[in-house]
């Protein structure tokens, strides 16, 4: 099943370098079934199609892949040259799976040094006070100056990977700050999560978790529970801080105790779970590629070990089944039903990016082994 799948992604994903012309995909907008389409200069999920393509090429050897991302990052170069689009968090996204994908794969000293660049830009984010990577915004912006998002465990590997490469441990003590600021405030004791949690930007202090994409405030918004999973469960792997591995297994269990028949989760875990109600498919995919990551970090002998594979391998399959747009001849997206921003009404039912590249990754995982650009192999 992951083979023909992948095959299938590819043949997709080969019609969509014609088709975007050198333009990044975004998402499509309700029911069109067309990707928007973005330059490179003011959003976070250029990365995304870059990493497809590398993954693309890694699966299939083909240089038509290959090309296209080579291609692509002259513009990643171009916006860290004029700073364009860089004022938020998702630096990790944008530049992992990038420049950083380029240097994983062919070594190449100009990417990884641009990959350095992109760390010391998300490294301006730092706040001492409480000790956090500031999500949006100018460092005394009144709404966001003490905000964090639980999206951004995902771009802390970014920090990690540049402490390694130059022995700087600036990075390093950042991310572990972030991460465990997270675990306390974001992470509730029943093992759901906050989207965003908010600091007096002056003593540190914390004020109240709320939310900016989920039903409301006390919400599980499903695709931050997915980011958690494998957020904490990649910062295990970086510092192999247990506590971490166990809030990436908790958070885990809470979203697979949650999965509806066909696996595929809804948008928020607090909405009402009825035909009607927006999907939301790449937090399936993203939760199954970290459940994956986390699996893989366990010994043999610990029993959640094969239940996270095997739980990841359903939610993968009903993806494939359900999900995915294996025979739709004129699909650009590889995955139906993803969503953006339901309650703000930007795209809740679309293709979305960021699914296809985890859904891509997920079945890499699952076929080859490969798992993706987040850290060395």
């Not at 590819?10 to 050198?22: E, P, T």
């Not at 306390?184 to 908010?198: I, K, W």
């Amino acid at each position: 099943m992951w083979a023909q799948a992948i095959e299938d992604a590819l043949r997709v994903m080969s019609g969509n370098i014609d088709r975007f012309g050198g333009q990044f995909p975004l998402t499509s907008t309700q029911g069109d079934r067309v990707y928007q389409l973005t330059d490179n200069t003011d959003n976070w999920t250029q990365g995304f199609w870059t990493g497809m393509l590398w993954l693309s090429y890694e699966y299939s050897g083909d240089p038509r892949f290959r090309e296209a991302a080579l291609a692509a990052l002259d513009s990643f170069r171009r916006r860290l040259d004029r700073r364009e689009g860089l004022e938020h968090h998702d630096i990790g996204f944008l530049y992992s799976l990038s420049t950083k994908a380029h240097w994983l794969i062919d070594r190449d000293e100009n990417s990884r040094l641009r990959t350095l660049e992109a760390a010391d830009v998300l490294m301006e984010r730092w706040r001492e006070l409480p000790g956090f990577l500031q999500a949006w915004g100018p460092k005394d912006d009144p709404e966001n100056g003490g905000r964090i998002i639980i999206d951004c465990l995902m771009n802390l590997p970014l920090l990690h990977w540049a402490a390694g490469q130059t022995g700087h441990e600036l990075y390093r003590q950042a991310a572990r700050r972030h991460t465990e600021l997270s675990r306390r405030f974001l992470v509730r004791g029943d093992a759901s999560s906050y989207h965003t949690f908010y600091f007096d930007r002056t003593t540190g202090e914390a004020v109240r978790g709320g939310t900016h994409q989920g039903s409301q405030d006390g919400s599980t918004w499903t695709r931050g529970q997915a980011w958690g999973i494998y957020g904490f469960a990649l910062a295990y792997r970086y510092l192999g801080d247990p506590e971490w591995l166990d809030t990436s297994k908790r958070l885990a269990r809470y979203f697979a105790d949650r999965l509806p028949e066909d696996q595929v989760v809804y948008w928020d875990f607090d909405v009402p779970q009825v035909p009607e109600t927006k999907r939301d498919s790449s937090a399936a995919a993203i939760a199954a590629s970290g459940m994956l990551e986390l699996a893989s970090l366990l010994p043999e002998e610990d029993a959640d070990r094969e239940w996270l594979a095997g739980t990841a391998e359903r939610i993968v399959q009903g993806l494939v089944e359900h999900y995915s747009t294996r025979g739709e001849p004129d699909a650009q997206g590889l995955l139906n039903r993803g969503s953006y921003a339901v309650r703000l009404g930007i795209s809740p039912d679309d293709y979305v990016i960021w699914g296809d590249y985890f859904y891509l990754e997920a079945l890499m995982r699952l076929e080859r082994g490969v798992p993706g650009y987040w850290y060395e192999r």
